[in-house]
């Protein structure tokens, strides 16, 4: 069974860099498609970022200029690294899987989330 | 980039009753849309890829229809386990959108 579980710092100043990681375990990292979403409170979901085993990745054109994602295949890891934090990036941060249904990659395993909240 | 919009925002029903969720999208999305369920607390539970497709150990009480710009999730006999939010996803064009999701709550 895939799991996914992400780690890292619950409050940040702003201004600051938020730096998250995502264990995957139960499925091999290479091959595959892993991605980052957020939810602010009472909003819908972001798409923030994938990236593939090999290193390729695609940004959200909103958060391009500071977003940054990274793969350690050693160990398993991705990691997302978030610059220049405000109250607007408040938000429960996942971090996920895609499967490849032919068509289209879609996100068939997330993990349980993480509260990032932006504070001083 | 792509708007999804859902409706209704809420939907007041009884267990056994038919649920029927509607997503729309500002642009054609062909068949590249996604439904999935979350609970409070929980991550989100993939239901439907491509619009039509139920994942992997989805009941059969879920499906999904439609293309384009007009898609529906329906539920066709509502379990206890189903009252939720649902919402949907495109993943037609870049960046991949969601909707601002369904509530499906108890009557």
């Not at chain 1, 996914?4 to 710092?9: D, F, I, R, V, Y």
């Not at chain 1, 375990?25 to 091959?31: A, C, K």
Request: some cysteine.
């Amino acid at each position: 069974q895939v799991r996914l579980q992400e780690s890292g710092p619950g409050l940040v100043k702003p201004s600051e860099t938020l730096s998250l990681t995502c264990s995957v375990s139960g499925d091999s990292i290479y091959n595959n498609y892993w991605g980052w979403f957020r939810q602010p409170p009472g909003k819908k979901l972001e798409w923030i970022g994938w990236i593939y085993s090999s290193g390729d990745v695609n940004y959200n054109p909103s958060l391009k200029s500071r977003v940054t994602i990274s793969v350690d295949t050693s160990k398993d890891q991705y990691s997302l690294k978030l610059t220049s934090m405000s109250a607007a990036d408040t938000a429960v941060y996942y971090c996920a899987r895609y499967f490849n249904a032919r068509s289209r990659h879609y996100v068939d395993v997330w993990g349980n989330g993480t509260t990032v909240s932006v504070s001083s | 980039e792509v708007v999804l919009t859902q409706s209704p925002a809420t939907l007041s029903l009884s267990p056994g009753e038919r649920a029927t969720l509607s997503c729309r999208a500002s642009q054609s999305v062909a068949n590249h849309l996604a439904w999935y369920q979350q609970k409070p607390g929980q991550a989100p539970r993939l239901l439907i890829y491509d619009a039509s497709n139920r994942a992997t150990g989805i009941p059969a009480r879920f499906s999904g229809s439609g293309s384009g710009t007009d898609f529906t999730l329906t539920i066709s006999s509502l379990e206890p386990e189903d009252f939720a939010v649902y919402f949907c996803q495109q993943r037609n064009t870049a960046p991949e959108t969601f909707g601002q999701g369904t509530k499906v709550e108890v009557k």
